[in-house]
């Protein structure tokens, strides 16, 4: 069994009902397409990006952490380039297995979320 984690990074604008609806799309595709296990798929958190992506500033990374039996994920790939909603994905295999948050449809508190945000404001006022 090999253990695979997809890291990808939504438009930093939508809220949080479009950001379940992006999350469970890319579920509902890896396990109907995949044929994987997913251990876990949850927002991470808005932050700042490192260069513009789409000429985005900021974007929304989503962890998702699955199991499968066989290397299938070229179409998945494919699909992700094509994904309107995704700026960008990274996809790597894991050496073990990893540690299971509570289901695979957990997500981040709102206000770890929200604290998150405040501190990226913090961050950004003492800059200018």
Known sequence: ??????????????????????????????????DVKIINSYVWGKRKLAYLVDKQKYGTYMMLQY???????ASFNSWMELNES???????????????????????????VESKKEKIKKEESTKA
């Open 67 to 73: 199991s499968m039996e066989s290397l299938k994920l």
């Open 1 to 34: 069994m090999r253990y695979y984690e997809t890291l990808y990074i939504v438009h930093p604008d939508y809220e949080e009902d479009r950001l379940e609806k992006v999350r469970q799309e890319v579920d509902q595709r890896v396990e109907e397409r995949l």
């Open 86 to 112: 995704i700026l960008a994905y990274m996809t790597i295999r894991l050496e073990e297995e990893p540690a299971s948050r509570n289901g695979h449809d957990s997500s981040v508190p709102t206000r770890e």
